[in-house]
T-cell receptor, first 114, second 114 residues
């Protein structure tokens, strides 16, 4: 069965610093991969997605992610973090055989120091 | 495109009572998903519909839970004889059944069972 691991539960960075959130997946085929962001008490907003093609994908709010098949990873990056980026970030894999349903990791909570 | 709409946003109920949540997907989307999210966890898949057909149900969906999508448009999720362990946020999402298409989430419905 598919699974997603986000090894970092909490991360704190200073405003203006770079950010990398880690995501590892387990899936038996070429995956669909997603990063979503969730503010407290809110739903999930899609940041970016990978289906095929270029392994470096660009998303909204200045985020990007790189698919590395050899490492089963899909890490999220941002070169300069803003205070408004403080939120919870979820990596997910889409299961093609089940209506593209998403399996999520447990999330990484990002705090931003002024 | 008004997004995925969920009602009510918050519900407090006594243990043993029944509750029902409604989800209105994005109008042209034929797939609809339900997820459950507890504090500190990622969303967990419950079930999904394609048009009016319920195509998959998770083991998490006990016999106290029932979901319907009678006309292939809005959906309801009913929980009978609620238990404290049912306290969670229930998220609805929708998409087009084009492989790998983006899944859009609603703001969620918070359930507190007292």
């Amino acid at each position: 069965a598919q699974s997603v691991t986000q090894p970092d539960i909490h991360i704190t960075v200073s405003e203006g610093a770079s950010l990398e959130l880690r995501c590892n997946y387990s899936y038996g085929a070429t995956p669909y991969l997603f990063w979503y962001v969730q503010s407290p008490g809110q739903g999930l907003q899609l940041l970016l997605k990978y289906f095929s093609g270029d392994t470096l994908v660009q998303g909204i709010k200045g985020f990007e992610a790189e698919f590395k098949r050899s490492q089963s990873s899909f890490n999220l990056r941002k070169p300069s973090v803003h205070w408004s980026d403080a939120a919870e970030y979820f990596c997910a894999v889409g299961v093609k055989s089940s209506g593209d349903k998403l399996t999520f990791g447990t999330g990484t909570r990002l705090a931003v120091r002024p | 495109d008004t997004g995925v709409s969920q009602n009510p946003r918050h519900k407090i109920t006594k243990r043993g009572q029944n509750v029902t949540f409604r989800c209105d997907p994005i109008s042209e989307h034929n797939r609809l998903y339900w997820y459950r999210q507890t504090l500190g966890q990622g969303p967990e898949f419950l079930t999904y519909f394609q048009n009016e057909a319920q195509l998959e149900k998770s083991r998490l969906l006990s016999d106290r839970f029932s979901a319907e999508r009678p006309k292939g448009s809005f959906s309801t999720l009913e929980i009978q004889r609620t238990e404290q362990g049912d306290s969670a946020m229930y998220l609805c999402a929708s998409s087009l059944s084009i492989s790998g298409n983006t899944i859009y989430f609603g703001e969620g419905s918070w359930l507190t069972v007292v």
